[in-house]
């Protein structure tokens, strides 16, 4: 059983918009943080926006005021909302879900992935 499940990509014209949803199978308050990486061909893997569970949020300055990092508690559901979409912004999108474990070691979550293609 997958721990996070990813959903929402698709192909979207450049300046469209994106949202894709990440389903926990526990409470997302059992982590420390949640967020969105991205990986293109070729490329590391980048952070792209993180929300930790006070609330606060982090974007890669690629996205800022463009995307917006979300969840729904009742749902259990992590959500990142892509807006005015650029042809760079194309890439596989991996949810991801930090706990701190006894000895202060983070320990990581991820999802399969869903692909966000933009096309110019």
């Known amino acids: 059983q997958e721990d996070l499940v990813e959903s929402g990509g698709g192909l979207v014209q450049a300046g469209g918009s994106l949202r894709v949803s990440c389903v926990a199978t526990q409470s997302i308050f059992s982590f420390n943080s949640m967020g969105w990486y991205r990986q293109a061909p070729g490329n590391e893997r980048e952070l792209v926006a993180t929300?930790?569970?006070?609330?606060?949020?982090h974007y890669a300055d690629s996205v800022k005021g463009r995307f917006t990092i979300s969840r729904d508690i009742a749902k259990n559901t992590l959500y990142l909302q892509m807006n005015s979409l650029k042809p760079e912004d194309t890439a596989v999108y991996y949810c991801?879900?930090?706990?701190?474990?006894?000895?202060?070691?983070?320990?990581?979550?991820w999802g399969q992935g869903t692909q966000v293609t933009v096309s110019s």
């Open positions: 929300l930790f569970r006070g609330d606060g949020t």
């Open positions: 991801n879900a930090k706990k701190r474990n006894w000895s202060g070691n983070d320990i990581d979550y």
